[in-house]
């Protein structure tokens, strides 16, 4: 049975020099720049977009931190996909009319009024920042390609059948 709908609405948490950017709302709260998610667009791509129209930023897609319903009214209920975005370049925003200000928090200073689904998001950089996932997702593809190649040399050589019943000895 459906009781409602919801929007869904992706965002992303963009570091410049340990602080986050938080972008002030109508409703006097912050929230991770980002937004709905067009017909035939990962995402991924959503995040981008949507920091480049919002903040003049562009960004590249990381790996994605959270997922949560939020409602931001009572009337309006969103499924929001947070992603970690590469370490930006810039602190230099160009904010579009969707905001009226913007603030680069310090990770561990973050406002009263950013809702706890941004906040979770948020605090899983802090514990494993993006280098160190790069890294690991470095490593573990290397780790594949080496072992296709360990299996690919293994299987070209020659290796002895042992029949059932055979004496071995």
């Known amino acids: 049975m459906v009781i409602g709908s919801w929007e869904i609405s992706a965002k992303g948490v963009g570091l ?10 109508d409703r006097q709260e912050w929230e991770l720049p980002g937004g ?19 903040t003049g930023l562009a ?8 997922a949560g319903f939020f ?3 009572a009337a309006k209920t969103v499924l929001l996909l947070i992603y970690q975005l590469d370490p930006l370049s810039t602190d230099q925003v160009t904010l579009s009319d969707e905001h009226q200000g913007h603030l680069w928090a310090p ?4 406002p009263a009024n950013l809702p706890a689904v941004y906040q979770r998001a948020i605090e899983r950089v802090r514990h494993v920042p993006l280098l160190t996932a790069r890294v690991l997702d470095k490593l ?10 360990r299996m690919v040399r293994l299987s070209s050589t020659a290796v002895p059948r042992i029949g059932v019943g055979e004496d071995h000895s």
């Open 140 to 149: 573990e593809s290397r780790l594949v390609q080496d072992r296709g190649a």
């Open 59 to 66: 960004v590249t897609t990381g790996r994605i931190l959270d």
């Open 107 to 110: 990770l561990d200073e973050l």
């Open 71 to 73: 409602a931001p009214t």
């Open 36 to 54: 709905r998610i067009e017909i035939g667009e990962s995402p991924e791509e959503a995040v981008a977009r949507e920091w480049r129209e919002e």
């Open 16 to 25: 410049y020099q340990n602080r986050v950017l938080l972008m002030a709302n």
